[in-house]
């Protein structure tokens, strides 16, 4: 199986190059005959990596510790669901799954758009064939997933070995969120390969309308939807999995899928500039690549370690790769952009500054200017240590220091913006649209500080926040209320035709309703607290308002783990809401020890207990307990937010389109 | 909005704000919520913030790249030990600044959180907002150059185009006709 698996890398590694002269003779030549060979390659090479993800998953399925990626991942007594899952635990499966879906995307983007832009078609597949290539490479020279395990025999030979039983899934991986965490996050992370492709393509053929932009706005938007959702279910599984009582730890690993959202975020806003004026051209496709070359470069980040120490760069030559691959990203992008600047002149001029043209500059600015942080901060320890010789740490407190200012004043242009109109806004309308909202908002933040929450930054975010809030609401309401004058449906129903007829520019509010209930969750983290309490059974603990009492302390075991577990009785102002299990986990293949926290979340906040071992009379349980306000909002954010986007995902058919009224 | 409506509608609304703001002063409520700390023993209410914020700025040195009061690693060989001295120190009576900076001896800078403000350090506070000031000076030097030419300069005659004027003539005839419907 695994020979098979292994020749079909080799196949890829052919047929992508063989693609690649295929197209590139194919740009020259007035036939489509050898922009189809490479279009073929492209169907190819999706079909060769159903083989070798189909030859991995069998290996990982019949669990033969023959292979090193097996054995390293997974053993016998892992659950079914986990085995398979586990192709994306190591390095070498997951390369191999970003491969598979690129090529899944690849195809489908190539049958879908090839009968109505034949002329980008050729290069675009060049664009996805070399990516293609690029991990091929990987593949087959410095991370084989088809890797044998092999010993060195007493007489000296060297030989094929298979321990009896393998190493184990990472526990932590051993969790519904990490199980689409990571195949979401890199269907978006794939996708932004496709704006690039499309614009690199209209770059090189001189067609500079916006035919790119609108062949691949909703591959932008899928493409950015997968990578959001990825890193906010990459956020839940830190939180209910990690157990550290918060759902964001400005890691490397965060960051990188971070930025790659920023820069798009930029681009879906001041593309509708070059949409509507003809304007921003260059900035756009700077972004476009800016974003594939995060993307690339994230992936680097996460499945390389270079960052935690500069010395995990010179030790694996997967960094080389990658770092040429970058650099051959930028440098074919550079090269031309600059060759056409005279085809990207803007057509228009701004009419004003005040207008929402200028607002997406700003939003432009704060999101570039958050996501440099990030990237700033993330690289520092390596500069600095570059620069001074010894290590520093650049955590937590650096980025939330930057970026919670950026954050809600990025929030406030959010409020602001969509009251710009566009070309031109009187400061007349502009005053007038921002009176209620901003007496909301004063009202929530002198509200709020009498009752005692008088944080100042989280003050800002909910007042921000209620002004955005108020505006969302009031251009839905006063859309509506204009439909109403023409038919005669009632609230809900011209709400809901109103967003059918404009899915783009409701959902959009949508979206940025979700962006709302993201800050006021991040802005609950001012207020979390904590204590701990040691109890044994019977014994209880009071904390804020909880009363938790220790039912029973006990032992449990399971095929895959060891644990012992607290079965815990939970009151809130004397009333009861239930039982709550923290354990403490010892898996048996890997020895590893995790803890199971216990969560019991409402609107207000959630009650998070951790059971973190027993006292040294191994009699009592000791507990961590958290009170951590309003992260159900972060939650409930990400679920608008998808929700927000789908909608302007919806094709145009669907729904009311254009028809009436 | 009629102005006059607008203005008392402002009024009553900042009469309102001005009601609580006074009330909020003379009410001068505090936060209940007793300082305590989930991963120490320190029951005094300030002792448990300190803790909080020291180890805030700190990192576990096990590998995990969290904070020191966050790595909730079963047996961390780094976190548990340190954060028990910490209480020690605490409860000793000594200074934030003189734990932070045993802390530091012992360790290096590797340990704090964040970049110091010294030395080559600063650059990393600093260059981010240079770049957001750089953006925005970007974003000046571009809306400079959109400032559209005088009246008189875009009044350029347009050069003489009979097929121009020929439909010009007929849109205007339309928009006549129009008119009189």
Not at chain 1, 51 to 79: K, Q
Not at chain 1, 233 to 252: F, H, N, R, S
Request: charged content about 15%; aromatic content about 12%; overall charge positive.
């Amino acid at each position: 199986m695994a020979t098979v698996g292994s020749f079909a890398l080799l196949c890829i590694l052919v047929f992508s190059a063989f693609g690649i002269v295929a197209a590139l003779i194919g740009c020259r030549e007035e036939t489509r005959r050898f922009a189809k060979i490479a279009q073929r390659a492209v169907y190819n090479c999706a079909a060769l990596y159903v083989i070798v993800v189909g030859s991995l998953l069998y290996l990982l399925w019949r669990s033969d510790f023959n292979y090193e990626y097996v054995a390293a991942h997974t053993n016998r007594d892992l659950p079914a669901f986990f085995k398979l899952t586990s192709l994306w635990a190591g390095q070498e499966g997951s390369l191999v799954f970003w491969g598979f879906l690129l090529s899944l995307y690849s195809t489908a983007v190539v049958v879908t758009t090839r009968k109505k832009f034949p002329e980008l078609m050729p290069y675009v597949s060049i664009v996805f064939l070399s990516t293609t290539f690029f991990f091929a490479l990987l593949h087959v020279f410095v991370s084989n997933p088809f890797k044998e395990l092999m010993m060195v025999q007493a007489n000296g030979s060297i030989v094929a070995f298979a321990p009896p039983d393998g190493q184990g899934l990472n526990p932590l991986l051993q969790h519904w969120a990490m199980i689409i965490h990571p195949p979401l996050l890199y269907l978006g992370y794939v996708g932004c390969i496709v704006p690039f492709a499309f614009a690199l393509a209209a770059l090189i053929t001189r067609r500079l309308s916006n035919d790119w932009i609108r062949a691949t706005r909703r591959w932008t938007l899928l493409a950015w939807l997968f990578l959001g959702v990825g890193i906010l279910l990459g956020a839940k599984w830190a939180y209910v999995e990690l157990g550290w009582g918060g759902y964001w730890g400005w890691d490397p690993v965060e960051n990188a899928s971070l930025m790659p959202w920023l820069t798009m975020t930029a681009f879906l806003h001041s593309v509708m500039i070059q949409e509507r004026k003809g304007m921003m051209k260059v900035w756009n496709v700077v972004l476009v690549a800016l974003s594939f070359f995060l993307s690339i470069f994230g992936t680097f980040l996460t499945r390389s370690g270079i960052v935690s120490s500069v010395h995990a760069f010179a030790q694996s030559s997967i960094g080389t790769y990658f770092s040429v691959f970058l650099a051959v990203i930028v440098g074919v992008s550079a090269y031309f952009i600059i060759r056409r600047l005279p085809d990207l002149k803007s057509e228009n001029k701004l009419d004003s500054i005040v207008s929402r043209e200028s607002s997406f500059l700003f939003n432009n600015l704060i999101l570039l200017g958050a996501c440099f942080a990030v990237l700033w901060g993330t690289m520092f320890p390596i500069i600095s240590e570059a620069v001074e010789g010894h290590k520093i740490t650049v955590g937590a407190p650096f980025f939330n220091r930057i970026n919670i200012p950026v954050g809600i004043f990025l929030l406030l242009l959010t409020g602001i913006g969509p009251l710009f109109a566009w070309r031109r806004t009187s400061s007349e309308s502009l005053r007038r649209n921002l009176l209620i909202p901003t007496i909301c908002a004063v009202v929530v933040a002198v509200l709020l500080s009498v009752l005692g929450y008088r944080d100042p930054y989280a003050l800002m975010a909910f007042s921000v926040a209620t002004l955005v809030a108020v505006t969302v609401a009031s251009e839905f309401y006063r859309g509506a209320r204009t439909r109403q004058k023409n038919t005669n449906e009632n609230l809900p129903m011209a709400i809901f035709r109103l967003t059918m007829k404009n899915k783009r520019r409701y959902g959009g509010y949508v979206v940025h309703m979700a962006i709302v209930f993201l800050f006021v969750g991040f802005a609950g983290a001012a207020f979390n607290a904590e204590s701990k309490a040691v109890l044994r059974d019977g014994e209880k603990a009071h904390f804020k308002h909880y009363t938790i009492t220790c039912e029973k302390l006990e032992d449990v075991e399971t095929p895959n783990y060891y644990a012992e577990k607290a079965n815990l009785r939970v009151s809130r102002d004397n009333r009861e809401i239930g039982l709550m299990y923290p354990e403490h986990r010892v898996y048996k293949a890997s020895e590893q020890p995790t803890t199971e926290v216990a969560i019991h979340s409402t609107a207000r906040e959630d009650l998070y207990l951790v059971y973190s071992g027993r006292s040294d009379d191994n009699q009592r349980a000791v507990i961590q307990i958290y009170v951590n306000p309003l992260v159900r909002w972060v939650w409930f954010g990400g679920l608008l937010f998808v929700i927000g986007t789908l909608i302007a995902l919806l094709p145009d058919r669907f729904g009311w389109g254009r028809t009436r009224g | 909005m009629a102005s006059g409506l607008k203005a008392r509608s402002l009024t009553a609304a900042l009469c309102w704000i001005a009601v609580l703001l006074v009330a909020g002063a003379v009410t001068r409520q505090t936060q209940v919520v007793r300082a305590q700390s989930a991963k120490s023993d320190l029951t005094d209410p300030a002792q448990a913030a300190r803790f909080i914020e020291i180890t805030k700025a700190l990192v576990c040195q096990c590998g995990c790249q969290q904070g020191l009061g966050e790595c909730n690693h079963v047996g961390c060989s780094s976190a548990i030990p340190l954060r028990k001295e910490i209480e020690m120190k605490i409860r000793a009576g000594e200074s934030d600044e003189a734990i932070i900076k045993a802390m530091v001896d012992r360790f290096g800078p590797v340990i704090l959180a964040a970049p110091t403000g010294k030395g080559f350090d600063i650059t990393a506070w600093v260059t981010p907002f240079i770049m957001i000031v750089v953006g925005l000076i970007a974003i000046y030097a571009f809306l400079r150059t959109q400032r559209k030419p005088r009246l008189g300069a875009s009044q350029q005659p347009v050069a003489a185009d009979p097929a121009y004027d020929e439909a010009l003539r007929r849109v205007e005839g339309e928009i006549r006709m129009r008119k009189l419907q």
